[in-house]
């Protein structure tokens, strides 16, 4: 019989699903077990991880291909062990929704001291603890007011593209309230036009362009959450102006363009320097964004769109949302007007990696990151690791509709390789749905590039991306410890070190069939010949499921500028001495 009401479970499962959510993430606790036996009539994929950490990693790397994600886990325990992840979401804007089964309102106004608490009585706590990393909270405490609470927090949280916690008490899993608000859908609240700002920054930005002499354009990794991409493209391609990416930007533009240059590293500042006008989208300006902030251009010649203000030079024009006025910029944009110029720079596809006999160790010099670029294909997502990995990805030739994500400013690592599991599963949800992602699930593939140091504080995860049946490639740098760290300190340290692994029995260990259409194959790479033989096995270009392989290099084997770093260590040991 039909009915105007639902269960407040159904209600917040349902409104996920509507706003992109297909697959959710987390682990069951005593607090959550009702509240989860309504995750599959709701029509989504219960994803159960090796622990609450993982899971909201693997929320955020589907929220940064999806759009949205989220995660479920217990009072206390399990809401604190995702803390560190919900927090990285937070500072590189992935839009995850914690959602905390809590205990029962009688519990927690009586202040009994149950377990999971700190035995005071105190709960609230927990809900403080959070405040510092949500853009928004909803404590569920009335069945009248939960609905309008959830759309409240899940707006908020496609608003700002941050992470939110809604907190549900187990007695107010399966009570009823109406379901008339979800024949409305969620939507980002559009913006009131401003004509007076919207002009004077008009006027403003139209009369540095059309003055330019020398103008280039930077896009960094924010026009992904300010929605802008589209924008931004047309604004490259259009203008012809040299480009290039921040670390955290590249892959959001088409690396192909003839006036695309690769990531602003402190070898281009010279010519940055020179430029009259630096347009950048989306800046985001972090130490190890930015190479030790050695890669921001001059103030009084940058003009930054942000998400929803305009910088010029020191003057900050507010209340214009990106993705409304940059159409409009667009739309004035006289092309006549602009200037061409010879930018007299060399192109990333022109240059070739060293030559190297095949016999020769693979090394970070001898061009182990370019080489890598000719095995990547359209609609690949690449994911690299905090270490190494992150500043070698660099130097990828990326081809077009593929999506690269290296650390940035959070920098925790073991992140990767549960967001690998995060973003696959988001690209199988959305193969068939999108143009972006028009390819066959069986060519959908992620490819991660982990340390070893790194890939020892989530391994576990292998476990669950093989349960799925993921299309993941793993690169693992063995380097034999932390090389990220023996470049800034420490170089000889013990501290440094790690347990060796055998690395290549992980899959069989965590589950990977032996054969069959899934079954895990491994490779094991020392030499250049070693890694063409991986890269061009059959069953690494055919094969489903994972396929790993082991690269060793040597400890102190770096890529720019973790070597400079290394040499400066080295020359303050021997002035100490």
Known sequence: METNTTTLAEYLFKRLHQIGVDSIFGLPGDY???????????RLHWIGNCNELNAGYAADGYARIKGIGALVTTFGVGELSAVNAIAGAYAERAPVVHIVGTPVRQSQESRARIHHTFNDGEYERFDRMQEHITVAQAILTDHRSAPSEIDRVLQQCLLH???VRIAIPLDMVDLRVPKAALETRITIPLPVRQPKIEDRALTAILERIYSAKRPMILVDGEIRSARIMDEV????????????TSGFGKSLIDETLPNVYGVFSPQHKEFVDSCDLVLCFGPHYSNTNTFLFQAIPKPEVAISINAYSVQIGNEIIRDLAANYFLPSLIGHLEMEKLARYDPKLV???????????????V???????HRLSSFFQEGDIILAETGTAAYGAN??????????????????????????????LAQRDLVGRSEYYNLLEGEARSILFIGDGSFQLTAQELATIIHRKLNVIIFLINNDGYTIERCIHGRKAAYNDITPWRYLKGPEFFGAPTEGDYAAHTWEVRTWADLESALTDERMLKGKGVRMVEVFMERLDAPPPLDKVLDMQIEREKASH
């Open 161 to 163: 593209s941050r992470p």
């Open 233 to 244: 493209d047309h604004i490259v391609k259009s203008t012809e102006w040299p480009t290039f």
């Open 32 to 42: 959550n077990l009702q509240l989860l036996d309504y995750v599959a009539p709701s």
């Open 347 to 361: 192109h990333p596809s022109s240059v070739t990696p060293p030559e190297v006999q095949s016999t020769d160790l």
């Open 363 to 369: 090394t970070q010099a001898g061009g182990f990151w």
């Open 395 to 424: 130097e990828f030739r990326l081809p077009p509709k593929t999506r690269l994500f290296k650390a940035v400013t959070w920098l925790s690592i073991g992140y990767m390789l549960p967001a690998t599991l995060g973003a696959s």
